[in-house]
T-cell receptor, first 115, second 113 residues
């Protein structure tokens, strides 16, 4: 049962434009959400996170939006750069849950930024 | 500083052979540790997690096993590899309560032939 879903396996964007990566979740107990970036043959690296008490968090070119009523979050990258080309994973956690610290991941979205 | 080490980086093993992947963490104590696998075309699948020495929880029934012989050591094993065990294996630990998240190791690319 996929509790975190990334329905777009790939996204292609021109350099300088906005990239929007989407993520949906089903578990209403999730209260912390993260985005990870992964290059081939490397471990994922943390990008940005948001708590369920907020609806927006911004860090430089990266902004994460959370819509709790729709159980949806998105990652905006503005402006997109070729170095942003990677697989992006959405993840969620429920601190109130029994497995402290466990993250549930989506299947990832391959972002390609072309010049 | 807090770091995570994972080895080997790549591994090619024949079907039916044993497996041992090791993960160690430095700079922290009693971390929650995780083994994930990324198979081709799929997301990150949680295999095992451990909240302490000797404490292992399995998420997916398979021919893999995990052990935690020391506080900062997490080992993934198999007695007999299958072709379907091929994938990219990642060790991770939870880095803290503030802006918490996983720190991942660099991964092991396992190819079973």
């Amino acid at each position: 049962d996929q509790q975190v879903k990334q329905n777009s396996p790939s996204l292609s964007v021109q350099e300088g434009r906005i990239s929007i990566l989407n993520c949906d979740y089903t578990n209403s107990m999730f209260d912390y959400f993260l985005w990870y970036k992964k290059y081939p043959a490397e471990g994922p690296t943390f990008l940005i996170s948001i708590s369920s008490i907020k609806d927006k968090n911004e860090d430089g070119r990266f902004t994460v939006f959370l819509n709790k009523s729709a159980k949806h979050l998105s990652l905006h990258i503005v402006p997109s750069q070729p170095g942003d080309s990677a697989v992006y994973f959405c993840a969620a956690s429920a601190w109130r849950g029994s497995t402290l610290g466990r993250l549930y991941f989506g299947r990832g979205t391959q972002l390609t930024v072309w010049p | 500083s807090q770091t995570i080490h994972q080895w080997p980086a790549t591994l090619v093993q024949p079907v039916g052979s044993p497996l041992s992947l090791e993960c160690t963490v430095e700079g922290t104590s009693n971390p929650n540790l995780y083994w994930y696998r990324q198979a081709a075309g799929r997301g990150l699948q949680l295999l095992f997690y451990s909240v302490g020495i000797g404490q292992i929880s399995s998420e997916v029934p398979q021919n893999l096993s995990a052990s935690r012989p020391q506080d900062r050591q997490f080992i993934l094993s198999s007695k007999k590899l299958l072709l379907s065990d091929s994938g990219f294996y990642l060790c991770a630990w939870v880095t803290g309560l503030k802006n918490y998240g996983y720190t991942f190791g660099s991964g092991t690319r396992l190819t079973v032939v």
